[in-house]
């Protein structure tokens, strides 16, 4: 048990602050930059590692500085990154994001991202045949999420898919797949002819929708049930939802209930909006566990 095999995205961001946001043409002058680690498949697998699972990130970077900085700060949480590919013709993806006038815009260039296909699925397989929970996102070719879901199905591999960003996916492949994580918007998107509540009905025990602020929904019983989030004074909320897969795919694998393991979630993901950056403000397992405690 504890054994999470993450295929996914591998980015570096790079953050401009500014007071004005230029308008073609313009030139403005910038109050400065922040350089992290990114990606919504190395989020989750640091927010999983960090709480305690061993975690093996499965994906592709480029050759270059961004790629020894995502293989550097994946080892800082001691992930298994034997099945992460370096490839010399391609940049490490990036998300330039400028941050402005209260709000940000983002340009995201897949690089690496975009050559996670079969074969780099193939070429971890010892490793995902083995895992107790295998975690996939929507930053990698969506024809990729396809063979994952069959393949693991075929094999009786866990899948939790996280369908963000939003994307029309196959019907085959939620069915595949063990738990889906969508927000409001996210959902709609896979299943637009459909009420949400019925279908959160009939998918009890798989789909787990995330509600923001009012926590998170899942059918049970022939109902909804929603476990609350918990109240807290955020100062960033990058990352939050990455955060929430990772504990609630931690607590699953050690054994937990759906309520329980969203209730973890829903906590690590309460305290990762306390500190500034997606990575670095994900928190460990002693930290949730004191949270918990108190509440």
Known sequence: MNNIVVIGSCNIDLTVLSDKRPVAGETVLGNGLNIAPGGKGANQAVAAAKLGANVTMVGCIGNDAYGQMVLEN???????????????????????????EGDNSIIVLLGANARVDESIVDGAWD????????MVQNEIPLKTIGYI?????????????NPAPAADLEAEWLTQATYITPNEHELAALYPVNNTDDIIKANA??????????GVAFGKDGDIHKVPSFKVQPVDTTGAGDTFNGGFATAI?????????????????????LKLGAQEGMPTAEEVSAF???Q
């Open 74 to 100: 994946l080892h800082r949480w001691n992930i298994n990154t034997d099945y992460l590919v370096t490839l010399d013709d391609v940049n490490t993806g990036t998300a330039h994001i400028t941050l402005a």
């Open 127 to 134: 490793a995902i045949s083995k895992a107790d929970l295998v």
């Open 149 to 161: 879901t069959k393949k693991c199905a075929a094999a009786g591999v866990k899948v939790l898919l």
């Open 205 to 214: 025990g798989k789909i787990i929708v995330t509600l923001g602020s009012e």
């Open 253 to 273: 694998v050690n054994g937990k209930s759906i309520e329980e393991a969203i209730r973890y979630g829903n906590a690590a993901a309460a305290l990762s909006i």
């Open 292 to 294: 918990l405690a108190k």
